[in-house]
RNA sequence: GGGCUCGUAGCUCAGCUGGAUAGAGCACCUCCCUUCUAAGGAGGCGGUCUCAGGUUCGAAUCCUGACGGGCUCACCA
């Protein structure tokens, strides 16, 4: 219709503003809830080169348009603002033709280039929290968005197998664990704990154990023992503890941070992490036993928060395999000087004439850096999908350096593909003031499962206080609060910009009614109860329609148009944003017209297929955030 | 300190590449279940779009600066 109303502006423009204008001069928008009208162009770009009033420019162009297309039933002006009133006989036809297609709004499957959308990486060394399970909800909406673009998709992770951080937990494991009666230390079969929790356990108990002996160290430097120290760590204390004499408060606290670590790096503990992650590198049997055991323990427990959260994967990679490539793409980036080498022995890379700074690729041990598995990963993925267009890398806002120097380093290494590789950055989930920051080491993080479990309890409560679950099993009843429980959790998490922030309040449960996942599953549920009762639906005849029919009608046919834009976004918000609003025009319309009751066949039959669309359309928008609809609640 | 980013109603958020009198939900106050699911609908209350300049016929939107929050600048990931 835009476009129709567009062309014949661009075709007829000699004559109509005695020049050639320009394609974006024409500006649509929708029309204002108080006028008249389906859909507005402005008209004030047009006013200069028609050297006449605005209302007169817009009865010039009115008048020409509504005479060359016949869909323009009627037109108005009001100060700039050319209103059109769209013939009925237009909105039955977008109806009939949306209702003979049942994937209304998605393009031909695998039209468009492969697309690798990596989400969820996590640390093999802790279990996943509520920052993850928005990545999570985010990179798979984002997949299935882009499938229904009209991409083929591969939905992979890089899975964050190895690291001093899972050298951390692995040692305190060793270090810490009681042993039972058997001889055996703590595993997932004798405590029943998911392996996840167990092993983040032990890394909680690193940290807790590693701040105890750097305090003591800390103690010991205070009073004048140096014995067994390395000369320059002495050295630097004495500078730093010489450099808080009549410092205020606040500076006091950032020298005495930078002790802590000064000291920590001395730990036996943080020592003895290290020389297992060289160990680990060598591939010593003994590390890597404990390594392979302790990673299975942790993605037995993933599988099960994996399933609870209803995502999927095509491929995975794992660090543990790519940070090889990484290290030899950096030997060879060596050679042809896009790297360097530092005197100690590591390797760098000089970004300072990019407005950067030099970056690390590899430690002066040798090992690896989280950049180099990063350069690696990137380079097995295109290697391993020859018809790989590009990569969608859902990770917090954190990383936005981070990013931003990996694909730079990529395009430096002369791979072409670089420039199709994109950081899908989002903000992230806060815990509201006063709370503090959720850190794992600190275990003051929201569970991923535990938030989980909590959202479907409350679903819970509610449905069998107000739901239509009579009749129904056992079984039907508990997937059904899980529908609603996670509808609801999935929906808050996706319909804020994913670029944005967000504040989560664990004391406070999600909200379910407004603007929420279970609104719009209601809408849905509520309709096919009508559908139902209605049995079978006749042929779609010309009618006249209601306002209220007209506005959803409006509304359904820009779908198409918004999974577009939510493609190109990347944002999934705008698919919540769109059935949010539909599903408020539905019920507007439910509440002011009868359906079943009404007398007139065809006008049944119309409200009653255009309802079969509304809640088709649902479903499609919502599955496309990973929600699902039930047929009843 | 350098870089990036955000600041819209009491709270949580929409406001597309600049367009008409800035919109929702929650909370608070009224109404509406002998029409099909009231997890719903109708109405009320609530705004100097952080502030100050600038560009323009027109700015919440673009530019500059200030103030305030967040992230980042690791031989952590």
Not at 537 to 548: M, N, P, T, Y
Request: aromatic fraction near 10%; include cysteine; charged fraction near 30%.
């Amino acid at each position: 219709m835009e476009n129709q109303i567009k062309q014949i502006l661009l075709e007829n423009s000699e004559a109509l503003f005695g020049i050639q204008i320009e394609e974006k001069l024409i500006q649509f928008q929708n029309t204002r809830k108080d006028v008249e009208g389906d859909l507005t162009l402005v008209i004030f770009p047009f006013v200069k080169m028609l050297k006449v009033s605005p209302i007169d420019a817009g009865e010039k162009i009115g008048s020409f348009l509504q005479e060359k297309l016949s869909f323009i039933d009627k037109f108005n002006v009001v100060s700039g603002f050319l209103n059109f009133i769209i013939a009925d006989s237009h909105w039955l036809n977008e109806l009939k033709n949306m209702d003979e297609n049942p994937k209304f709004g998605y393009s031909t499957e695998n039209s468009k280039p492969t697309l690798m959308v990596e989400y969820s990486s996590p640390n093999t060394n802790k279990p996943l929290h509520l920052g993850h399970l928005r990545n999570n909800f985010l990179g798979y909406s984002v997949a299935e968005i882009l499938k229904a673009n009209g991409h083929k998709v591969v939905k992979t992770q890089i899975v964050n197998d190895r690291g001093i951080h899972i050298c951390k937990s692995m040692l305190a494991w060793e270090r810490f664990s009681p042993v039972n009666e058997n001889g055996e230390r703590e595993t997932p079969g004798n405590t029943g704990m998911q392996g996840d929790k167990l092993v983040g356990k032990y890394y909680v108990e690193f940290d807790k154990q590693f701040n105890i002996e750097a305090n003591e160290i800390i103690q010991q430097w205070e009073n004048g023992e140096f014995n067994g120290f390395p000369e320059d760590s002495i050295v630097e204390f004495n500078r730093l503890q010489d450099s808080k004499v009549e410092k205020d408060e606040k500076a006091t606290k950032g020298i005495d941070a930078k002790i802590k670590d000064l000291a920590k790096n001395q730990t036996s503990l943080l020592l003895d992490a290290k020389e297992m992650l060289i160990k680990w590198e060598a591939r010593d049997p003994e590390v890597y036993l404990l390594w392979t055991t302790m990673n299975n323990w942790v993605y037995q427990g993933f599988d099960v928060t994996y399933k609870a959260m209803g995502v999927d994967f095509d491929k995975l990679y794992y660090e543990s395999e790519t940070f090889i490539i990484g290290k030899e793409l950096v030997e060879k980036g060596l050679k042809d000087g896009t790297f360097f080498r530092k005197e100690d022995g590591s390797v760098w890379i000089d970004l300072t004439d990019e407005g950067l700074d030099e970056k690390l690729v590899l430690r002066s041990d040798g090992t690896a850096v989280y950049m180099t598995q990063d350069l690696g990963t990137a380079f097995d993925r295109f290697n391993d999908y020859p018809d790989l267009d590009g990569i969608i890398y859902t990770v917090g806002n954190e990383q936005d350096y981070h990013f931003k120097v990996l694909f730079l380093i990529l395009k430096k290494l002369g791979f072409s593909w670089a420039q199709n590789c994109s950081h899908l950055s989002y903000g992230m989930v806060e815990l509201p003031k006063g709370m503090g920051r959720m850190k794992s080491r600190e275990g003051t993080v929201v569970d991923a499962d535990d938030l989980m479990e909590d959202i479907v309890d409350s679903a819970k409560e509610m449905t069998q206080e107000r739901g239509h679950i009579e009749g129904m099993s056992e079984e039907d009843k508990n997937e059904l609060y899980r529908t609603i429980g996670m509808g609801g959790l999935k929906y808050y998490l996706l319909k804020v910009d994913p670029k944005k922030k967000i504040v989560f309040n664990p004391n406070e449960s999600i909200e379910l009614n407004g603007n929420t996942g279970p609104f719009i599953q209601y809408t849905h549920a509520r309709i096919k109860s009508l559908l139902r009762k209605a049995e079978n639906v006749g042929e779609l005849k010309d009618v006249s329609l209601h306002h209220e029919e007209k506005e959803i009608l409006k509304h359904l046919s820009m779908f198409p148009n918004l999974i577009e834009e939510a493609g190109k976004n990347h944002s999934p918000a705008l698919i919540a944003n769109y059935s949010y609003e539909l599903v408020k025009l539905y019920n507007h319309f439910y509440q002011a017209v009868t359906i079943l009751k009404e007398e007139n066949e065809e006008l049944k039959n119309m409200r009653l297929v255009l309802s079969r669309n509304v809640a088709k359309t649902i479903a499609q928008g919502m599955r496309l955030v990973g929600v699902n609809v039930p047929e009843k609640m």
